[in-house]
Antibody, heavy 117, light 110 residues
């Protein structure tokens, strides 16, 4: 069965950087479209980024130019590199498999990123 | 940008039917997906492509989509169905690429 496990969330100061990881099992990351979705405390879901199987990347306007999605095929792991973090980036970050680029069928348990001084 | 509007809350007695709407302009032209999120947990896909169910999701969960409204229906509601529910669509054009989530509906089982 497919499983996703995120890690890397932490408390970071505004302007700082962080790298989130998402280890996959039960399927290969390189053969699937993969996304990051976040949820601010008490708020709804917000899509952040998508990585195509061919390496193409897409970002929400709110993170474009600051966040980078990538993968390590040898580790079957998805990453989200976050720079120039802002307080409004505070959220639980989920990785999710994105079949047919349309929906999110498997989700990790999430990792909390807090941006505060 | 495309906005999906859901009622903030729906209350239903056990055994009754809960209906959650997701409204947007011509949403019937898009594929709508629904997620259940219980307190402190990750979302779970319960309906995809308007009306299909992933394996393991009870038949009590069904969906429809026509015109300006998509609907998630939960029949014979159980206490364990208490959760937040989100609709979602994907929109893409040459200049724009985005996944849009609805505002979310909290289902309370009385």
């Amino acid at each position: 069965e497919a499983q996703l496990v995120e890690s890397g969330g932490d408390l970071v100061q505004p302007g700082g950087s962080l790298r989130l990881s998402c280890a996959a099992s039960g399927f290969t990351v390189r053969s699937n479209y993969m996304s990051w979705v976040r949820q601010a405390p008490g708020k709804g879901l917000e899509w952040v980024s998508l990585l195509y199987t061919d390496g193409s990347t897409y970002y929400a306007d709110s993170v474009k130019g600051r966040f980078t999605i990538s993968r390590d095929n040898s580790k079957n792991t998805l990453y989200l590199h976050m720079n120039s973090l802002r307080p409004e980036d505070t959220a639980v970050y989920y990785c999710a498999r994105t079949p047919f680029t349309s929906r999110f069928d498997y989700w990790g348990q999430g990792t909390l990123v807090t941006v505060s001084s | 940008s495309y906005v999906l509007t859901q009622p903030p809350s729906v209350s239903v007695a056990p055994g009754q039917t809960a209906t959650i709407t997701c409204g947007a302009n011509n949403i019937g032209d898009k594929n709508v997906h629904w997620y259940q999120q219980k307190a402190g947990q990750a979302p779970v896909l319960v309906v995809y492509d308007d009306s299909d169910r992933p394996s393991g999701i009870p038949e009590r969960f069904s969906g429809s989509n026509f015109g300006n409204t998509a609907t998630l229906t939960i029949s014979r509601v159980e206490a364990g169905d208490e959760a937040d529910y989100y609709c979602q669509v994907w929109e893409s054009s040459r200049e724009h690429f985005n996944y849009v989530f609805g505002t979310g509906t909290t289902v309370t089982v009385l």
